[in-house]
């Protein structure tokens, strides 16, 4: 069983749509949990970190669920250059992360 | 601010050959790591550094990498022989400093392929 599973897609949505990524990790004592964000052949960069209580930023909405070990991103009013990999990131320890295999989505107009 | 550099952007050997990644992390950033994504898998970790010193290297593969950072700044990622299923992406990332708050930046990778 992979440490951290995701739904890799692709996920087709037209723009303007809600769409929400799913992410679950097998490790009960995972510290850390992140979205990052990676567009084709660049390097992955931090869309959000999420909190137990949830959290929000503009559009994107962020949730965990630790007794479930269940992280989820909900994307709203989807924009064309939301397209990309959406990669599920767990944080073990102080430093080592943990990283899905990712999600691709893809904004269609 | 300049943000962390690696080169090459790709490198393309044959197996059996040596290749050298350098990175280059954010300025003033102790924390060093290395990762890598081979092809249809997930970013693995491979090691870290704070400064000069290896802290954790448990994500090394084999002891074909040597990983070193003199001098604490900039830190090489050797692979010698380099075989098939070497072949990814090989990404940098620092942090100042640990824990919770403390964000990875990354680094563009280096593309090697062996053939």
């Known amino acids: 069983r992979k440490e951290v599973e995701q739904d890799p897609g692709p996920f087709n949505v037209p723009e303007g749509a809600t769409v929400a990524f799913n992410c679950t990790y097998s490790n009960s004592a995972s510290q850390s949990f992140f979205w990052y964000r990676q567009d084709c052949r660049k390097e992955p960069k931090l869309l959000m970190s999420v909190y137990s209580s949830g959290n929000e930023d503009g559009r994107f909405t962020a949730q965990l669920n630790r007794a479930s070990q269940y992280i989820s991103l909900l994307i709203r009013d989807s924009k064309l250059s939301d397209s990309a990999t959406y990669l599920c990131?767990?944080?073990?320890?102080?430093?080592?992360?943990?990283w899905g295999a990712g999600t691709k989505l893809i904004i269609k107009p | 601010e300049a943000g962390v550099t690696q080169f090459p952007s790709h490198s393309v050997i044959e197996k059996g050959q040596t290749v050298t990644l350098r990175c280059d992390p954010i300025s003033g950033h102790d924390n060093l790591y290395w990762y890598r994504r081979v092809m249809g898998k997930e970013i693995k970790f491979l090691l870290h550094f704070v400064k000069e010193s290896k802290q954790d290297e448990s994500g090394m593969p084999n002891n074909r990498f040597l990983a070193e950072r003199t001098g604490g700044t900039y830190s090489t990622l050797k692979v010698q022989p380099a075989e098939l299923e070497d072949s990814g992406v090989y990404f940098c990332?620092?942090?100042?400093?640990?824990?919770?708050?403390?964000?990875?930046?990354f680094g563009p990778g280096t593309r090697l392929l062996v053939l």
């Open positions: 990131v767990v944080r073990e320890n102080n430093y080592q992360l943990i």
């Open positions: 990332a620092s942090s100042r400093g640990q824990g919770s708050g403390e964000t990875q930046y």
